[in-house]
């Protein structure tokens, strides 16, 4: 029960983190938003095995690259399983320090599912890498 409240934590950290990265993400309070991370827990716990086995042909055809799939289907489960919490694209405003100059760019709600799976993923993997 301990780990699951921990994965759970760390879940809607990620999710938080990608709100904050950009824009595209909307929830109405702290509890959706709590509710959503549940759910995407939830779903990596349970369904995101059976996606990988689905997928394995595949995935070790292009050598794991394919593995990204997994997680933007885990982030749309969620997104149906907890109605209000939507992404309705993903807006980044652009980022400049000391003369290095990334651009901002806006993106439809299939590039910006993929984009915000891709954060949650990388900052949840660091994230239990650290709490193990």
Do not use: C
Request: glycine share 8%; proline share 4%; aromatic share 14%.
């Amino acid at each position: 029960m301990k780990s699951f409240i921990r994965n759970i934590a760390i879940t809607t950290f990620a999710l938080w983190v990608a709100d904050q990265i950009g824009e595209g993400l909307s929830y109405p309070n702290l509890l959706m938003l709590l509710a959503a991370g549940a759910a995407l827990a939830l779903i990596n716990l349970m369904v995101k095995p059976v996606l990988n086995l689905l997928l394995l042909p595949l995935n070790i055809a292009t050598l794991g690259m394919f593995r990204w799939v997994t997680a933007v289907l885990a982030l749309f489960l969620a997104l149906r399983v907890v109605p209000q919490f939507v992404i309705t694209g993903f807006t980044f405003g652009g980022f400049t320090y000391q003369g290095m100059i990334i651009p901002g760019f806006v993106l439809g709600f299939w590039s910006g599912l993929i984009v915000v799976a891709l954060i949650v993923s990388v900052v949840s993997s660091v994230l239990f890498w650290f709490a193990h």
